[in-house]
């Protein structure tokens, strides 16, 4: 087996000298000036050790991998009843399209697209206010990283308030069907500060670990969320994280994983390990490019994919 140290090392100096990075998302104006030549990566592994190589300690911003918190706890507050409200299957379309909201009644097809993640950001508000939500959710990121350093970035916030008018779109049109209980803007408040959640890959590998060992905090001991429901939460992640790539993604990757606009990528190797990547270019469809790369490079190193070496 080879020496996970020595895979990260070897994996981050070909993604350093990488010339194709693929492009920031400069449509998030405090996003546009993130250096793309930046990557960090981190591993935990289950017997609790660490692995970091690149910029691993510098902060980003997690967007849409803060969608995968924001789950757990609806799923904590409602359990199955959320399914009623959201969907569990991929969408095909971009991140951020309206277009099958029309046809399916304001559903959301998942809980990763942005439609779905504002529906899942209304129920973790239902009975707070904006003020408290958002405190809720940044409490447990630092709980599960066992890190109270972790921050809202007030400026990426600030920008997404500013410029997030196709999800104003999307939320005034669920609303329209009953599918928000709350004001638009005020469940938009508190998903334009999840989605900007500052955190560096150690961080962000040491709050996703629970997913890769049975829904336990083996920091902590404290469960979190039963091993039925990590196997379901790492099911959605797997067929729905990474938009309409992320078919690609598991094919080329082969573990759950939720990427967001930031360049990050939460990746989970049920059993063995919690994975974090960061790199700012994204392709296509949203995706981090080089993340998704160095990803495909430690799975088939370590022999990590789910469907086998």
Not at 110 to 138: K, Q, Y
Request: with cysteine; net charge neutral; aromatic share 8%.
């Amino acid at each position: 087996m080879p020496i996970l140290q020595d895979v990260l090392e070897e994996i981050t100096d070909a993604m350093r000298r990488a010339e194709d990075r693929g492009r920031v998302a400069d449509y998030i104006p405090q996003l546009a000036g993130v250096d793309p030549a930046r990557f960090g990566i981190a591993v935990v592994t289950g017997d609790g050790a660490m692995h970091c190589a690149g910029d691993a300690e510098e902060t980003f911003s997690i967007q849409s991998i803060s969608k995968v918190f924001t789950l757990t706890m609806a799923l904590g507050r409602i359990g199955d009843g959320l399914w009623r409200r959201v969907g569990r299957e991929p969408s095909g379309n971009a991140f951020n399209s309206i277009v099958q909201l029309e046809r399916e009644d304001g559903i959301p097809r998942n809980p990763f697209i942005n439609a779905g993640a504002i529906v899942v950001t209304d129920v973790v508000l239902s009975g707070h206010e904006p003020r408290e939500a958002i405190g809720a959710i940044l409490h447990f990121l630092r709980f599960l990283a066992e890190d109270d350093s972790i921050i809202i970035d007030k400026a990426v916030a600030r920008s997404e308030t500013l410029t997030g008018y196709r999800n104003v779109a999307l939320a005034n049109y669920m609303k329209s069907f009953g599918n928000l209980n709350h004001e638009p803007e005020r469940t938009l408040g508190v998903y334009f500060h999840q989605c900007a959640i500052a955190m560096s890959c150690r961080q962000l590998a040491l709050a996703g670990r629970f997913l890769a060992t049975g829904g336990r905090n083996p920091g902590t001991g404290f469960r979190v969320v039963s091993p039925e429901r990590a196997k379901r939460i790492n099911a959605v992640m797997l067929t729905c994280g990474h938009y309409d790539g992320s078919g690609d993604f598991a094919y080329h990757v082969g573990i759950p994983a939720k990427s967001g606009v930031g360049g990050g990528i939460l990746g989970v190797v049920p059993g063995k390990a919690s994975i974090a990547v960061w790199s700012p270019g994204l392709n296509a469809v949203g995706n981090s490019q080089l993340g998704a790369l160095a990803m495909e490079r430690l799975t088939r190193a370590m022999g990590w994919s789910v469907f086998g070496p």
